[in-house]
């Protein structure tokens, strides 16, 4: 017979039912390539005004070096953005700017870079544009909500997607950080999001799911979605954290770069522990080797 434990009550052998999921082993690609979980995404920002790499990488010779540098680090997906959605109020880019920025990149990687490719982009035309370049996902910050084609081009096309969470657009997500549970309500939304596009047509197998830290969310939001993460590892879907440099790491473990550092792998090292499927990191050497100890760990069998 269970015996009730005193201490803490979710222990109680079998009295008290907690969520059981289990990290999705990988994601199979419409073209038959396979990620492997958890992996790290790459991120490649081809724009002036990202918040921590803006300018970097806006000539295509060296945005094509850094994807590949990236693959050669360990990333086993590569997101490319022409469009910067820094909180501090970021400027909306024409489309075509968007298209010349990420368009020539993403041939030029063709044949050369053997992982897929991920298209940061909220608008339908760029993202046909990139996956008729080759590029396999599309990972929409509105979560296939700010253009009414992309849910269909996602069906159409039987890529993958990323759905994030997000209130209100780039430029005023901060004023719509409020909530009476962030976890349950963001959790409520990236469910029904997801049986919305599997009901348009999109490949349940291709979904994956991104709570969105630093988007209409403050810093408490964003540690109690980290601290809440394995509830939306539950909805069985494979979870992407994106928690790489931003403000509230930056706030909590210290501006310089190695603190930065450090304080995204800690972030990454529990996103993986609770369960996380992908880390989008801007540092993918070291992200790398922080997946290889958390997942080590969590497969111990100890606890
Ligand atoms: N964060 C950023 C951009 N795209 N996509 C997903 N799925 N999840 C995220 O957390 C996420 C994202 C913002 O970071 P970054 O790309 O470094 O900056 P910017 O938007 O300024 O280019």
Do not use: W
Not at 24 to 32: A, E, F, H
Not at 178 to 198: C, G, H, I, P
Not at 242 to 257: C, L, T
């Amino acid at each position: 017979m269970a015996t009730p434990n005193l201490i803490n009550p979710h222990l109680a052998g079998g009295m008290i039912e907690t969520p059981k999921f289990r990290r999705p082993r990988s994601l199979r690609l419409k073209d038959g390539r396979v990620i492997r979980f958890p992996a790290v995404m790459g991120i490649l920002n081809v724009t002036p005004d990202s918040f921590s790499d803006g300018g970097r990488y806006l000539e295509p010779e060296r945005a094509i070096e850094h994807a590949l540098a990236m693959e050669a680090a360990g990333a086993a997906i590569i997101d490319i953005g022409g469009e910067s959605t820094r909180p501090a109020g970021a400027a909306a880019v024409a489309v075509e700017v968007e298209m010349e920025r990420v368009l020539p990149v993403i041939e030029a990687l063709r044949g050369k870079l053997t992982v897929p490719l991920s298209v940061d982009t909220r608008r339908a035309v760029v993202a046909g544009a990139a996956l008729d370049e080759g590029a396999a996902i599309i990972n929409d910050i509105s979560g296939l909500r700010h253009d009414p084609a992309m849910m269909a081009l996602a069906a159409e096309t039987g890529c993958a997607v990323v759905l994030m969470h997000m209130r209100g657009g780039p430029t005023d997500h901060a004023g719509h950080a409020r909530y009476r549970d962030v976890v349950a309500e963001v959790s409520a939304f990236l469910a029904r999001q997801a049986t919305v596009a599997v009901a348009a047509g999109v490949v349940r197998s291709r979904i994956i799911v991104d709570p969105g830290l630093g988007f209409a969310k403050n810093a408490q939001h964003n540690l109690e979605l980290m601290g809440g993460l394995s509830r939306i590892c539950a909805l069985g879907y494979p979870v992407l954290v994106g928690a790489s440099r931003k403000r509230f790491v930056r706030a909590i473990a210290g501006d310089s770069e190695s603190e930065q550092l450090v304080g995204t792998a800690a972030a990454n090292a529990l996103a993986v522990g609770a369960g996380a499927s992908i880390v989008r990191v801007h540092d993918v050497g070291p992200a790398v080797a922080v997946v290889k100890m958390a997942l080590a760990i969590a497969k111990s069998g100890g606890g």
